[in-house]
């Protein structure tokens, strides 16, 4: 699997923005779908993820803010951000798991501007 993400930008604090996460293949609807972000000077940190049956959880800091999906038809997944705060700035990286394999794709740099 390869993913490439893209969709990151520069926004103004309240903003919103929906990264997305696009993978080759066919097999997509069977992987387990992150989001990850890693800010400056610290390290990634799961943001949100979305099972293979279209469960998703969240870090305590994007809940009701973020919302994670996935479109298995497109083999696409993406990230709904409001509400965004300049903490959350930081560079996104989308990954694919299944079982002991993972998969990992460029990240998309966000920006929130205060």
């Known amino acids: 699997v390869q993913l490439q993400a893209f969709g990151g930008g520069l926004v103004e604090a309240g903003g919103s923005l929906r990264p997305s996460c696009a993978a080759s293949g066919n097999m997509f609807r069977v992987y387990d779908i992150g989001w990850y972000r890693q800010a400056p000077g610290k390290q990634r940190e799961l943001v949100a993820r979305?099972?293979?049956?279209?469960?998703?959880n969240y870090v305590d800091s994007v809940k009701g803010r973020f919302t994670i999906s996935r479109d298995n038809a497109k083999n696409t997944a993406y990230l709904q951000m409001n509400s965004l705060k300049p903490e959350d700035t930081a560079v996104y990286y989308c990954?694919?798991?299944?079982?002991?394999?993972?998969?990992w794709g460029q990240g998309t740099e966000l920006t929130v501007s205060s």
């Open positions: 990954n694919a798991e299944r079982t002991i394999l993972k998969y």
């Open positions: 979305i099972n293979s049956g279209g469960s998703s």
